[in-house]
Every structure is written in C-alpha cells, then in structure tokens.
C-alpha cells in the first residue's frame, strides 16, 4: 500500500472508529502484523521474525538509521521498537491489510493507553518479551502525510493522547522469534 492511496478521514470519521479501538483487549492480545523497514519509505511485511536485544526486530534499520535527537547521534535504546494499535492503523489506513505504511514493527491488537500499559509493563510475544518505556511516541509530519492533518490531531491530543493512539516504545528485554498471529500478554510491573 502506498500513501498516495490512502483516502484522508475527517474527524468524525475518526471518532467514528473510536469505539471499536477502545474494545481492544486489555490482557490477551493478538499480534497483527510484523513490519521490518529495511530502508527510508520501505516496508516489508513478514509472518515470522526474530526481536534481538541489541538489533530490536533483525531485518529492521533502527539500529543504523540512529537518531539525531541523541548527542552522538546513535539509535536510541528506548526506542528499539515502535509498537501500534492494529485497530487504530486500519482505520487510517483505510484497510486491515496496510502494510505498516504508520512506520511501526509491531501492530498488536491490544489496548496500549498509559493507563492499562504503563512504561515497565512487559508484554511476552511468541518467544520473545518486550518492555513498554516512557519515551512518549508521537505522531509527526510523515504520519501527517500518510494519513492526514486531521489523523495526526486525532491521535495527538485529548483522548488520542490518553489512549497512544499513536502507539508506544518498547525493547527488547528477552529476544526470540515471533510470528503473526502470536498472544501477546500483559504484564503490569509492581506499584
């Protein structure tokens, strides 16, 4: 899917979704989809893939492509991997089947709002278990172009906000193969 296709939703139209986004599972969820980004605009869908401690998805480019908002200019490691709301996705999108056009490796069915998933949480997925961290993940001027002005508001203020609709940042904290199709289970860190 190109981001040339995708047909821009007004506000309501958003808001019209929003209920089905707020039934998604709060404990067991489903992973959706795996997208490594292999380069800049590209995307590759898989059915299978391993998260690595120190690569975060193997096959993806987070760790070469850095981050110019760190001195050094290195990857950072509370950003290994972006994790979204598949429900959320395929209202911008327009379709289930979008490809990881958002930019996302990880799009899980499962409820990702401060509230239910608070940073420290871990979620087991296949073999594998990622941590949510604090870093706040964000809509920007790409997922504005992708998917609209008004997408970008949606899921950047009020309660599109409250619920990261934009979705989160995770890690790696024991590496393993996933597949599409895996649980994915929450595991709240102790207060």
């Given at each position: ?70 001195p050094d200019g290195s990857a950072d490691p509370e950003a290994q991997l972006t994790v979204m709301n ?106």
């Amino acid at each position: 899917m190109q981001a040339s296709s995708v047909i821009h939703l007004n506000r309501p139209e958003l808001e019209a979704g929003l209920g089905h986004i707020k039934r998604s599972p709060l404990d067991n969820g489903t992973l959706q989809m795996i997208v490594a980004r292999p380069a800049v605009d590209e995307r590759e869908v898989l059915s299978e893939g391993w998260l690595d401690l120190v690569d975060g998805l193997v096959g993806d480019t987070w760790r070469t492509r850095g981050n110019t908002s760190r001195p050094d200019g290195s990857a950072d490691p509370e950003a290994q991997l972006t994790v979204m709301n598949s429900r959320l996705a395929a209202l911008v999108a327009g379709t289930p089947d979008h490809g990881g056009l958002a930019g996302d490796q990880l799009y899980i069915d499962l409820d990702l709002s401060v509230r239910h998933l608070p940073a420290g949480s871990r979620l087991p997925i296949g073999e594998a278990v990622i941590e949510i961290t604090a870093k706040p993940h964000r809509g920007c001027a790409k997922f504005a172009a992708r998917f609209g002005n008004e997408a970008l508001r949606f899921v950047n203020t009020g309660e599109g906000l409250a619920l990261n609709l934009r979705g989160r940042h995770a890690k790696v904290v024991m590496p393993g193969a996933i597949k599409r199709g895996d649980a994915v289970t929450r595991i709240t860190p102790p207060h």
